[in-house]
């Protein structure tokens, strides 16, 4: 099999010949395992089945102003170091700064216009034998996405008060996501597998926000995005950290096809459990812990986590094997490597 008939014959619900294999990296471990490899593809090396095409900015982005810098919302950011890694966080935050509806027409919003589609299709042939994905987390990823320009804070109290400048911000950045996502997936003619999504709606205790107020203002906008995808033959596969488990029913009868960013760490995320609950409806791609697992424990127990996760969890396809998040800079190279070539059935050298 090549890499796009793996996890299309994973997402029918059928085994393939190994199971389809995703990788989500920070810069820095992204740095240490090109060099362990000697600058090799990093996707080549390990086995990863999947591969993006997107659209290229060509609209205009405020200037830099010393270490702060800008995205297409003109909120700013500056990289913050820690201990264990450094970490773009937001420092101006322009859509706080919106307290009207005057200033909200006032802000000088982006256009989809300024997206380049033209070179999609190109992209889209030349990876053909890989699973073909659009997107990302940040798609429409209301909490995180409009946080990082207002505050969390805020915008929890403008979705539950319902504030119309707060709604009115959101459904922007919503439906330019979607516009964006839509040029994209008519550019790729059909040859565009997954469209990938996000929005975190749970924590490490549980869900995010109650049944109500899921289903009176998120769903109607991420069903949309199911709909999308599946208009033009694509599956639903969106990012969802934290505690997921009540909600997982709510997805399924949304359409989602798969649940990305697993946590097993969270008590109702318990990997068999939860497997069982949604085995034949929703895929899930994750549940090798980035918590515990790969940065705290030994090469034997990574070794574990991934055999248990590949004979059990796995069976009858439906699963895509991968890091609940990100790799950690704190993570031990041989960790990851230890979980690898257990999905890939041979050592990485």
């Given at each position: 099999m090549n890499s796009r008939e793996r996890v299309l014959t994973s997402l029918a619900w059928q085994e393939p010949d190994r199971v389809p294999i995703q990788i989500y990296l920070t810069p820095?471990?992204?740095?240490?395992?090109?060099?362990?490899?000697?600058?090799?593809?990093?996707?080549?090396?390990?086995?990863?089945?999947?591969?993006?095409?997107?659209?290229?900015?060509?609209?205009?982005?405020?200037?830099?102003?010393?270490?702060?810098?800008?995205?297409?919302?003109?909120?700013?950011?500056?990289?913050?170091?820690?201990?264990?890694?450094?970490?773009?966080?937001?420092?101006?935050?322009?859509?706080?700064?919106?307290?009207?509806?005057?200033?909200?027409?006032r802000y000088p919003w982006p256009s989809v216009d300024d997206f380049d589609v033209s070179k999609v299709w190109e992209r889209c042939d030349a990876i053909k034998d890989y699973s073909v994905c659009c997107g990302g987390?940040?798609?429409?990823?209301?909490?995180?996405?409009?946080?990082?320009?207002?505050?969390?804070?805020?915008?929890?109290?403008?979705?539950?008060?319902?504030?119309?400048?707060?709604?009115?911000?959101i459904d922007r950045r919503v439906d330019f996501c979607y516009r964006e996502l839509e040029?994209?997936?008519?550019?790729?003619?059909?040859?565009?597998?997954?469209?990938?999504?996000?929005?975190?709606c749970g924590t490490q205790n549980g869900r995010l926000f109650s049944q109500k107020v899921f289903d009176d203002f998120f769903r109607p906008r991420l069903k949309r995005f199911y709909d999308l995808a599946h208009r033009y033959g694509a599956k639903a596969m969106m990012h969802s950290c934290g505690d997921t488990h009540e909600i997982m029913p709510t997805f399924i009868e949304m359409g989602l096809d798969v649940l990305d960013a697993m946590q097993p760490e969270p008590p109702g995320m318990q990997p068999e459990a939860i497997r069982k609950a949604c085995f034949g409806k929703l895929a899930f791609c994750g549940l090798i812990s980035t918590q515990q697992t790969l940065p705290r424990g030994t090469v034997e127990e990574c070794r574990v986590e991934a055999r248990h996760r590949l004979d059990v969890i796995a069976k009858g396809g439906g699963y895509i094997f991968a890091p609940a998040h990100c790799i950690q800079p704190d993570t031990p190279v041989e960790n990851i490597l230890a979980v690898f070539e257990q999905a890939l059935g041979r050592p990485l050298e």
């Open positions: 820095e471990i992204a740095g240490k395992l090109a060099d362990r490899f000697k600058g090799r593809d990093l996707l080549e090396v390990f086995g990863v089945d999947f591969r993006h095409v997107g659209a290229a900015w060509r609209g205009t982005v405020k200037p830099p102003q010393g270490e702060v810098y800008y995205d297409i919302w003109g909120v700013g950011y500056k990289n913050q170091r820690y201990e264990f890694g450094t970490y773009p966080e937001a420092y101006d935050l322009s859509l706080a700064r919106i307290e009207t509806m005057d200033d909200f027409v987390a940040g798609h429409p990823d209301i909490i995180n996405g409009v946080s990082r320009g207002r505050g969390m804070q805020r915008v929890i109290e403008d979705i539950m008060l319902e504030d119309e400048v707060g709604i009115a911000i040029r994209i997936l008519e550019a790729g003619r059909g040859k565009i597998d997954i469209v990938c999504l996000g929005e975190d």
